[in-house]
């Protein structure tokens, strides 16, 4: 099967038990990445899932330039793609990333600005999904994403890691999940690399993790050494905690310390105390949040808060406990609850909300009350404006909230509870225990709540077997009722309750009654006894719940089990009626009367009245009737009645006599009818225990899922995180790309940027006319290019640059004859790597002027050198005998200095017997005939004749017109 093949997404568990590394960054992430990858080895047998920010409306890279870093498959994620171990998967920038039983899915990117946490989202996912398989890596980045998904997979006991902050380029990501306190390693990407590989044959991310319950049973001498051990140094007996979370916990830490046995990590805790410190925070699964479940706090104000508020009378004293509060969100979610409730009325009510935990650290930043700007989402504006404090590190719950909570170090499983308490809200504590410290709990809940108090539990959990001391009022929320007329619990926690100091504050009290309300109450009490009908008190279920006055000749106990149930303890002539009569009642909810019945008692037969009352009221809250028997008159029965012929003496006394008798047939026909009823009963009664039975076996079940999906949604447990930063950077460089873009077309330059493979990446519209390119040439070999400008051995001459990393110049010359200096620069990314070639052509017409020009002077200064120091006499004159230059030697023969003879024309130089002759002379050269040396005469300045042997020379103008002649003459001696 392809990476592209489509699977099915469930889970596997024969393939699924490889770990899975989430690796997020953001700016500066992809040095960090390639040194990551470089560093780790192609075998680790993990998969490794890369989340960067990315501009969606940008084509990414990334995975072609991871490729070039490693040995390991590189794949660009699509949808529905199952995940394999030794492969790079990367997130592709147009989507956001989860993972479900393995399967990559690919979700859109939210719409809303500045909501999209991808690092967050995908652990998170990835916490869920594999659980301690699951690894999370925090690189550079700026703002906090990542953080939360960090968080999730430190509580499901995954192993978390996050970049050093001097080795990050930006510290913001890795600074933000070092301060959430769930990061287990800080390193460089490098040492990341190398403890992954330490850690990546480790048992325990091996195994699979429905198996960590199997590896040490629960009474293994090592795990209770374990036990020992937490409980010296914290106090806290871990023995009856369920052992599969506790199981995880220590397997995690041995992880870490790579240690594969139990016993090793024993020993390694009596040698390290603080692991033991560290091994119980890591039990401690601090997951709360503000207002979580909304529903079950909408139920608190519109249904429980005004039944206790009832209840209350005048007494005006409100108290709430809250055990396992942790970091107190629920605590004061409760109390803006309570006070969103009482509105106006807050002041008038004398409320205590008491929150208790095992855990020091929890407990001290619940009482401080301050909570990170996450929280923003989840309480809404309305309650941060109303009871929260804007602070530097977050929100501060407003100091009337806090005033009303109580926090205090207490284990709920040994120590004493509160008392006189109106609500308990222990939810998801429960499903931590094993069943026997459940029920100690729950018995301690009973001693702790006054009667017809309430109990909230998590949505998970139930009561179990002690339904006869709460009855159920919110099946989806799971709020109970503690009832009133239960008896208490014959538990060790009597004992517990009776020496501890708050005992006398548990009991109920009331207030001393005057002398004379006294008497009054005592004689009243002597005329109910003696003159009040008999009387029962039961529930809905038909259960006694009470009894009053001698019920003996109605109510007697049946042979066999004990039973409290109405209906097996009532005279058998009144089953039929009095079922009939409490069915009414219930239905009807009034009062139900029967009179004129008659049973059999003592040989005679007796007329009684019944009557069905409820004793339905805001204040108990459950549902209970009372049952009045009103005795009548004895009618002596029959001496025999199967014979009516020997005492009946007319025909109407036979009659009734037979109506009797059929009367007699038929009641005993029904009471059979009863009787095979109640056995079908029992036997429903019994298949009804065995379904409870099991229904508690499953609900453990529930309960060890719960656990599990506890440690997996600490992402659904916090708030949103605030908005990221990486938005704000994709603008700025959009904003330099866009500058780059705009300096490239306004720069007259000829400049081409060449990838690594000398295909073209970029060119400048100046470069467009000198290489012959269109705007479609982009990546296109530039040896596929025909250039408007000859460049010997170019292609050479670039992988020169690209081996060599050295920049390279090179004079060319186009079609047109312009002279370019072409500059061959090496492309340099920020990790120091070559990636291409910059050609610059540089125009250098002008600079060739200026050297043709330089060379000419250079040429002129040399040949004036020349004529300067000859031994012959030098000048230059027009054709009209201007003198234009005069040399030194001229002067010494002729006499005149070089100023004068300026001044002169040249015939003044020739005496008479020589002018036609150089007249003549004059015109050849002027029609551009050359003219051999010959000997002339010249006249100097003192009038002397000088014979001289004299060369001419034509010179030229621009245009290659003879313009000037130089005359050489040397003196014959």
Same mark, same amino acid.
């Given at each position: 099967m392809t990476h592209q093949d489509k699977v099915d997404i469930n889970p596997n568990t024969e393939t699924d038990t490889f770990p899975i590394v989430g690796i997020g960054a953001s700016a500066g992430g992809l040095n960090a990445f390639t040194q990551l990858l470089k560093a780790l080895p192609i075998d680790t047998g993990m998969a490794f899932v890369l989340i960067q920010h990315l501009d969606p409306k940008h084509i990414s890279l990334l995975p072609d330039l991871i490729k070039r870093t490693t040995a390991m498959p590189v794949i660009e994620i699509s949808d529905n793609l199952r995940v394999e171990p030794n492969h790079i998967y990367v997130m592709p920038p147009t989507h956001s990333l989860?993972?479900? /039983? #393995? *399967?990559?899915?690919?979700?859109?990117?939210?719409? *809303?600005?500045?909501?999209?946490?991808p690092i967050d989202d995908f652990l998170t996912s990835l916490a869920q999904d594999r659980q301690n398989h699951a690894i999370g890596i925090i690189l550079s980045g700026t703002a906090s994403d990542g953080t939360l #998904?960090?968080?999730?997979?430190?509580? *499901? #006991? #995954?192993?978390t890691f996050a970049q050093s902050e001097d080795s990050a380029e930006y510290d913001g990501m890795p600074h933000s999940a070092i301060a959430s306190g769930h990061v287990d390693f800080i390193l460089p990407p490098k040492e990341i690399a190398r403890k992954l590989a330490q850690i990546a044959h480790h048992p325990y991310l091996k195994q699979q993790l429905v198996k960590l319950a199997e590896d040490v049973p629960a009474k293994e001498t090592n795990l209770g050494k374990i036990f020992v051990l937490l409980r010296a140094r914290t106090g806290i007996d871990f023995t009856y905690y369920k052992h599969t979370t506790i199981l995880r916990r220590i397997k995690r830490r041995m992880m870490l310390h790579q240690l594969d046995e139990m016993k090793d990590y024993v020993k390694f805790l009596r040698? /390290?105390?603080k692991e033991l410190d560290i091994l119980f925070q890591d039990m401690l699964i601090n997951v709360t949040s503000f207002f979580r479940d909304p529903e079950a706090f909408e139920v608190l104000k519109k249904e429980i808060f005004p039944r206790l508020i009832e209840q209350l009378a005048n007494e005006r004293a409100l108290r709430i406990w809250i055990p396992a509060c942790s970091t107190g969100e629920e605590v004061y979610s409760i109390a803006i609850a309570l006070f969103e409730f009482l509105g106006n009325q807050v002041n008038a009510m004398h409320i205590q909300i008491f929150a208790s935990d095992i855990d020091k650290q929890a407990i001290d930043k619940a009482r401080q009350g301050i909570y990170s700007h996450h929280i923003d989402e989840t309480v809404g504006i309305e309650r941060l404006a109303r009871f929260f404090i804007k602070t530097t590190n977050g929100y501060q719950i407003c100091k009337s909230i806090r005033d009303v909570c109580v926090f205090a170090i207490q284990n *709920?499983?040994?120590?004493?509870?509160?008392?006189?308490? =109106?609500?308990? @809200? @222990?939810?998801?504590?429960?499903?931590y225990l094993n069943t026997p410290i459940q029920k100690r709990v729950l018995n301690t809940f009973f001693y702790a709540?006054?009667? =017809?108090g309430f109990l909230m539990l998590g949505t998970s959990e139930t009561i179990g077997s002690e339904a006869d001391l709460y009855s159920l009022i919110d099946r989806k929320n799971k709020i109970y009722l503690r009832k009133s007329q239960a008896n208490p619990p014959n538990t060790d926690l009597a004992k517990i309750l009776s020496t501890s100091p708050s005992v006398s504050t548990f009991h109920f009290h009331s207030k001393d009654a005057p002398p004379a309300m006294q008497v009054q109450q005592a004689a009243e009490n002597i005329i109910l006894t003696k003159y009040g009908p008999p009387a029962v008190v039961i529930d809905q279920n038909m259960h006694i719940l009470y009894f009053r006055g001698q019920t003996g000749p109605y109510i007697e106990p049946t042979t066999g089990s004990a039973s409290l149930n109405l209906l097996k303890m009532v005279h058998p002539e009144l089953i039929i009626e009095l079922r009939a009569l409490v069915h009414q009642a219930i239905k009807e909810n009034n009062i139900v009367r029967k009179e004129g019945l008659r049973m059999h008692h003592n040989g005679s037969y007796k007329n009684i009245n019944l009557q069905i009352i409820p004793l339905v009221s805001p204040k108990t809250m459950m549902p209970s009737y009372l049952v009045v028997f009103e005795p009548g008159a004895e009618i002596p029965a029959r001496q025999n009645p199967l014979q009516p012929e020997d005492s009946c003496r007319d025909a109407r006394d036979l009659r009734i006599s037979t109506l009797e008798n059929e009367l007699l047939t038929e009641r005993e026909y029904m009471q059979s009818i009863i009787e095979e009823q109640e056995g079908t009963n029992e036997e429903l009664q019994s298949a009804n225990e065995e379904i409870q039975s099991a229904n508690e076996e499953l609900q453990s079940i529930n309960e060890e899922l719960e656990t599990t999906k506890e440690e997996l949604q600490?992402?659904?447990?916090?708030l949103t995180t605030i908005i990221e930063e990486h938005e704000n950077r994709n603008q700025e460089l959009n904003q330099v790309n866009n500058d780059l873009i705009n300096l490239l077309a306004s720069i007259d330059t000829p400049i081409v940027i060449l990838h690594k493979n000398l295909s073209i990446r970029r060119f400048t519209p100046a470069a467009k006319v000198l290489l012959n390119l269109i705007d479609t040439d982009t990546n296109r070999p530039i040896s596929n290019i025909r250039p408007n400008i000859a460049i010997p051995d170019l292609e050479s001459e670039l992988k020169q640059v690209i081996e060599s990393a050295v920049t390279k110049s090179i004079e060319v010359q186009d079609d047109n004859g312009h002279w370019y200096l072409l500059r061959l620069h090496p492309f340099e990314k920020q990790d120091k790597n070559i990636d291409g070639v910059v050609m610059v052509f540089i125009d250098i017409d002008a600079i060739k002027d200026i050297e043709q020009l330089r060379n000419a002077l250079q040429y002129e200064r040399r040949l004036a050198a020349v004529v300067r120091d000859s031994n012959d006499a030098v000048t230059v004159q027009d054709f009209n005998g201007h003198i234009l230059a005069w040399n030194q030697r001229a002067t010494e023969m002729f006499g005149y200095t070089e100023d004068e003879a300026l001044q002169l024309n040249a015939n003044q130089l020739i005496p008479d017997i020589a002018r036609e002759e150089m007249r003549t002379l004059l015109e050849q050269l002027q029609h551009g005939q050359k003219t051999p040396p010959c000997e002339t005469i010249r006249c100097t300045k003192e009038g002397h004749l000088l014979k001289v042997w004299m060369t001419t020379s034509i010179l030229n103008n621009g245009a290659g017109n003879p313009a000037a002649?130089?005359?050489?003459?040397?003196?014959?001696?």
């Open positions: 989860a993972l479900l /039983h #393995g *399967v990559l899915q690919l979700l859109p990117r939210p719409d *809303v600005w500045g909501k999209f946490l #998904g960090i968080q999730a997979i430190k509580t *499901v #006991g #995954g192993i040698q /390290h105390p *709920v499983i040994q120590d004493p509870p509160f008392s006189r308490i =109106n609500l308990i @809200c @222990c939810r998801n504590l429960l499903i709540l006054r009667p =017809n600490s992402t659904n447990e916090e002649i130089a005359i050489t003459e040397r003196e014959i001696l």
